[in-house]
């Protein structure tokens, strides 16, 4: 009974890693304020209870932590470190200040560049050909069934009302565009006139004079 549900899906997943995702991360200690290594960079997956500073790790002794770094305002970790306690098959990793890291949450890129073959299957990030995910959190929403679920349904909607209305309308969409065809021959027409009534008639009643 509720084999495939949500629960399992999260069950594929450790517990700490979605709270991880939704830390904010780089933010001033509330409890060493005036100390100068207050910056929150550190992550207990034990104790899941928010960002840390270095000297809060004195008080999470054999637990695992982590270390966040920063690229360019996001939120990155080492492979060396993360590939420890969770698979990251598929994300694509990155090499910053000589470390191969990968990011944490998407970074959504609205115009791939040219010559692109492969993006994200979540946000459209150009990706390498050998990967499917450009952060972890792509990866958690990219492998879930609700998540294909959600992103298939509007699709199938609009492919069957663009197949209804392509297949049912198809010759009247044709037609509405014919009556814009005849501009051109009533220009050519008026251009015809005009040509037709300026120079023709004054030989012509040249000719009846002479007669």
Same mark, same amino acid.
Not at 37 to 52: H, P, Q, V, W
């Given at each position: 009974?509720?084999?495939? #549900?949500?629960?399992?899906?999260?069950?594929?997943?450790? *517990?700490?890693?979605?709270?991880?995702?939704?830390? !904010?991360?780089?933010?001033?200690? @509330?409890?060493?304020?005036?100390?100068?290594? !207050?910056?929150c960079?550190?992550?207990? $997956?034990?104790?899941?209870?928010?960002? =840390?500073? %270095?000297?809060?790790? +004195?008080?999470?002794?054999?637990h695992?932590?982590?270390?966040?770094?920063?690229? !360019?305002?996001?939120?990155?970790i080492?492979? %060396?470190?993360?590939? @420890?306690? =969770?698979?990251? &098959?598929?994300?694509?990793?990155?090499?910053?200040?000589? +470390?191969?890291?990968?990011? $944490?949450?998407?970074?959504?890129?609205?115009?791939?560049?040219?010559?692109? &073959?492969n &993006?994200?299957?979540?946000?459209?990030?150009?990706?390498?050909? !050998?990967?499917?995910?450009?952060?972890?959190?792509?990866?958690?929403? #990219? &492998? %879930?069934?609700?998540?294909? @679920?959600? @992103?298939?349904?509007?699709?199938?909607?609009?492919?069957?009302?663009?197949?209804? %209305?392509?297949?049912?309308?198809?010759?009247?969409?044709?037609?509405?565009?014919?009556?814009?065809?005849?501009?051109?021959?009533?220009?050519?027409?008026?251009?015809?006139?005009?040509?037709?009534g300026?120079?023709?008639?004054s *030989?012509? #009643?040249? $000719?009846? =004079?002479?007669?």
């Amino acid at each position: 009974m509720g084999a495939g #549900g949500p629960e399992d899906e999260d069950n594929r997943w450790p *517990p700490w890693l979605r709270p991880l995702l939704q830390t !904010s991360f780089f933010v001033q200690c @509330k409890f060493h304020a005036d100390s100068h290594k !207050s910056e929150c960079n550190m992550y207990c $997956l034990d104790c899941m209870n928010g960002a =840390l500073c %270095s000297l809060c790790l +004195a008080y999470h002794k054999d637990h695992r932590a982590i270390q966040i770094r920063r690229s !360019s305002y996001h939120d990155v970790i080492r492979v %060396s470190e993360i590939q @420890k306690v =969770l698979d990251i &098959t598929g994300v694509q990793t990155y090499i910053i200040n000589s +470390a191969r890291v990968v990011f $944490l949450n998407e970074r959504p890129q609205p115009r791939p560049g040219k010559g692109v &073959t492969n &993006t994200c299957e979540v946000c459209e990030r150009s990706l390498l050909d !050998s990967f499917r995910f450009c952060s972890l959190g792509c990866k958690i929403a #990219g &492998t %879930s069934k609700s998540y294909w @679920k959600k @992103k298939r349904s509007p699709v199938s909607d609009s492919e069957e009302s663009y197949s209804s %209305s392509s297949h049912g309308h198809k010759k009247i969409d044709v037609q509405s565009f014919t009556p814009s065809t005849p501009p051109p021959t009533v220009v050519n027409y008026r251009t015809a006139k005009r040509r037709k009534g300026i120079p023709h008639r004054s *030989p012509l #009643g040249g $000719l009846i =004079l002479e007669y």
